[in-house]
């Protein structure tokens, strides 16, 4: 009596659409940051239903290679961004030693009252008028951060028309007798996005953000800026220096 040919073992569907969407993007078809095709061009490529096409993707944000946003797709996942955070915090100099696109887009800038909190941190009155500049920060043209920053205006007369009109802080200061600042104080906290935050950044609401806290001071050592930026938690590694 002959034995029974042994089975052959299969690879499962989702598992081999896997695989060669992860060649894809080892070599190069696809780069950090691009979007994949949708479920059904991908269906139609390698002959199956979207339920399998889903299951593949899913093992590849699984392993970090993809992520997805609601209503906009799957994208290959971007390395993220070194930043770090030290004595000298320069948004477009951290980014271009990291060897990245530096970008900056402002949302808002508004004069308004100083809040109990952003008074302490600038050593003002409660209820002083300051600057409040709202922004975005980009890397290679992907949003990596919401921010804003509140500076003194009776120390500072002047900052807002500055910054409208340079669009950035290092500039700005100079152009009101600041030519040079340094990071007085950091403090690092994980939270999570809002809607709007989560809008601005192109993520999921309540997805995890990083949030720095810290101030700036000037050579003699008063407090020029108090700012807030929501990094993306999967897009940016913050690193402390001393």
């Known amino acids: 009596m002959s034995n ?7 690879t499962a569907i989702w598992s081999a659409i896997a695989t060669a969407l992860r060649g894809d993007i080892s070599e190069g078809r696809y780069a950090p940051g691009d979007k994949l095709p949708t ?12 339920h399998t096409v889903r299951h593949a993707l899913a093992k590849l944000v699984e392993e970090g290679l993809v992520r997805t946003r609601r209503g906009a797709g ?25 060897g990245r696109r530096p970008e900056k887009r402002i949302l808002q800038i508004e004069r308004r009252a100083a ?11 409660k209820g002083e008028t300051l600057c409040a500049h709202h922004g975005l920060s980009f890397s290679d043209g992907r949003p990596i951060a919401v921010f804003e920053s509140v500076f003194p205006l009776s ?27 340094t990071r007085a104080s950091t403090r ?30 000037d050579g003699e050592m008063r407090p020029v800026e108090y700012g807030r930026t929501w990094f993306a938690g999967d897009r940016v590694t913050l690193t402390l220096e001393s």
């Open 4 to 10: 029974s040919p042994a089975k052959t073992r299969r």
């Open 39 to 50: 479920e059904a061009v991908l269906a139609e490529r390698f002959g199956v239903n979207r």
């Open 74 to 98: 799957a994208f290959v996942a971007a390395l993220p961004t070194d930043y770090p955070i030290g004595r000298r915090v320069r948004f477009h100099e951290n980014l271009l030693a990291a």
């Open 115 to 125: 809040t109990i909190g952003e008074a302490e941190a600038l050593a003002i009155p």
């Open 155 to 181: 120390r500072l007369p002047g900052i807002d028309i500055a910054l409208e009109e340079t669009g950035s802080v290092t500039e700005a200061l100079a152009c009101v007798g600041v030519p040079d600042y």
């Open 188 to 217: 690092l906290t994980a939270v999570r996005a809002n809607a709007t935050q989560a809008l601005h950044l192109q993520m999921r609401e309540g997805d995890p953000l990083l949030r720095s806290t810290g101030v700036n001071v």
